[in-house]
C-alpha cells in the first residue's frame, strides 16, 4: 500500500501544465505544485461534488488536461457521477482515486464495504473506457507515464494508507494558505478566462 | 391573479434566451414536461448537454464549468433543487458561482391553493438559502430569464427562474 503524499509526489513529473484539483490529497498537494495559478485546492465545498467540478473544468478547457484527486467517500456519496463522466467522454479529464478506506477526517470509521469495492470495476461498468488499480507505488510509478499518455477518460483506483485526523476542528493544522475565492480567482488567471 | 390558463411559455422562447444570454452548456436532469424543449437543445450547436441523474450534481458540475471559463445553465425540477441542498450550498453559494437555475415548479397553481408538497416547500427553500428568484409562467414573461441571468452575474451568486408553466409550454 502507498501513502498519498508519495502517490502525489510520483504524479509532480507528469503534470506539466495540467489543471489539478488535488481534492483530499491538498495539504500534501500544496507543498509540492509549481503551478498553484492551475490547482484549485477547494477543501471540501460540499461531500461527493470534486468528481462533477473536475468534469465542469474539463468540459470548459478541453485544451487542457485536468487531473482530479478524488477519494472514495466522495465518490461512494456519488457514484452516479461516473456515469455522466462517461458519458461526456472528456478526453483531457484523468480522474485518480485516494482509496484510504476510511472517513479520515471523522475519526477513520471505515466507508461501507470499504475492503471489497472494486472502484476501477464501477468505473468500467459506468462506461470509463480505460481504468487501471494499484495497491503498491513501484507499480503506479511505473505505470504513471503511459497513464497520462492515454486519451481520457482515464480511472486509476490507488489504495493507500489511512492517515486519520482525531484533533478536534478547531485544533488542526489549517494547510489552505488560500481562500476558496482566492483559488478560483487565481485559477481564472492562470486559464486566462475573462469570467 | 386567478386560476385562468395563461399563453405557454414556448421551449423556443426559453431557448432564444439561453442563446442570447451567452449559455454554453445546460447541466440538466429532464423532468417528464421538458421534452419538446431537449429537442430543441440536443439540435441547437451552440449548447452542449450535460446530463447529471441526481440534481446536486448540476451544481458541481455548473461551478467547475463557471471556474473554467464556460457560461453554463441548471435546468433542474423544484423536487431535484431540494434534494440539492448542501451542494447548492457548498458549490454554488460557497463559490459565488454566477449561475442561472431554471426550476420546474412542480405543483405551481396561480390560486396558491396546491395539493402538491413540491410546490409548498419550493419557494420556502429559496428563501432559507437567500437565493433571489423570478416567476415565469408565459413568453411574456421571458424578459426576467435575461434579468436573472445579468443578476447572477454582477452579484456572482445562483439565481433561480421558477418555471411555472410547466405542465403547458414545455409539453406543448
Redesign the interface.
Known amino acids: 500500500m502507498m501513502r498519498t503524499a508519495d502517490m502525489l509526489k510520483a504524479f509532480v513529473p507528469y503534470r506539466k501544465d495540467a489543471?489539478v484539483v488535488p481534492g483530499r490529497g491538498g495539504r500534501y498537494w500544496v507543498e509540492l505544485t509549481a503551478h498553484p495559478n492551475l490547482d484549485?485546492p477547494?477543501g471540501?465545498?460540499?461531500?461527493?461534488?470534486?468528481?462533477?467540478?473536475?468534469?465542469?473544468?474539463?468540459?470548459?478547457?478541453p485544451d487542457k488536461k485536468v487531473v482530479l484527486f478524488d477519494s472514495e467517500g466522495d465518490i461512494q456519496m456519488?457514484l452516479?457521477?461516473l456515469?455522466?463522466i462517461a458519458?461526456?467522454q472528456p478526453a483531457n479529464f484523468y480522474h485518480f482515486l485516494i482509496d484510504n478506506g476510511v472517513y479520515a477526517t471523522t475519526g477513520g470509521q471505515p466507508v461501507p464495504n470499504a475492503e471489497k469495492v472494486a472502484y476501477d470495476v464501477i468505473a468500467r461498468g459506468a462506461g470509463y473506457p480505460r481504468t487501471f488499480a494499484f495497491t503498491e507505488i513501484g507499480d503506479f510509478e511505473r505505470a504513471l507515464p503511459e497513464i497520462m499518455r492515454l486519451p481520457g477518460p482515464v480511472f486509476v483506483a490507488c489504495k493507500v494508507v489511512a492517515e486519520i485526523e482525531n484533533e478536534p476542528i478547531g485544533r488542526r493544522r489549517r494547510w489552505q494558505t488560500r481562500t476558496?475565492?482566492q483559488v478560483?480567482a487565481d485559477?481564472?488567471t492562470g486559464?486566462a478566462?475573462?469570467? | 391573479m386567478n386560476d385562468a390558463p395563461v399563453i405557454a411559455l414556448s421551449p423556443e422562447t426559453v431557448l432564444a434566451e439561453m442563446k442570447k444570454n451567452g449559455v454554453?452548456?445546460v447541466?440538466w436532469l429532464p423532468d417528464s414536461e421538458t421534452n419538446w424543449l431537449y429537442l430543441l437543445m440536443k439540435a441547437e450547436p451552440s449548447l452542449?448537454l450535460?446530463?447529471?441523474?441526481?440534481e446536486?450534481?448540476?451544481?458541481?458540475?455548473?461551478?467547475?464549468?463557471?471556474?473554467?471559463?464556460?457560461?453554463?445553465l441548471i435546468l433542474i425540477q423544484n423536487t431535484g433543487m431540494m434534494e440539492s441542498g448542501?451542494?447548492l450550498?457548498?458549490?454554488l453559494l460557497?463559490?459565488?458561482i454566477?449561475v442561472v437555475l431554471m426550476v420546474g415548479y412542480r405543483g405551481w397553481t396561480r390560486h396558491g391553493v396546491n395539493a402538491d408538497s413540491a410546490a409548498t416547500y419550493t419557494e420556502r427553500f429559496l428563501m432559507a438559502f437567500g437565493i433571489n428568484y423570478y416567476l415565469v409562467e408565459s413568453d411574456a414573461d421571458a424578459s426576467r430569464i435575461s434579468i436573472a441571468f445579468d443578476e447572477a452575474e454582477r452579484t456572482k451568486r445562483p439565481v433561480a427562474v421558477l418555471v411555472g408553466d410547466e405542465y403547458h409550454g414545455f409539453n406543448r
Open positions: 489543471i484549485a477547494l471540501d465545498p460540499a461531500m461527493g461534488g470534486h468528481a462533477g467540478f473536475g468534469l465542469g473544468l474539463a468540459l470548459a478547457r456519488s452516479g457521477m456515469v455522466t458519458e461526456q476558496r475565492d478560483l485559477l481564472r486559464l478566462t475573462t469570467r | 454554453t452548456h447541466v452542449r450535460v446530463g447529471v441523474n441526481r446536486g450534481h448540476a451544481c458541481s458540475v455548473a461551478a467547475g464549468l463557471s471556474a473554467g471559463g464556460a457560461k453554463p448542501d451542494s450550498r457548498g458549490w460557497g463559490l459565488n454566477p
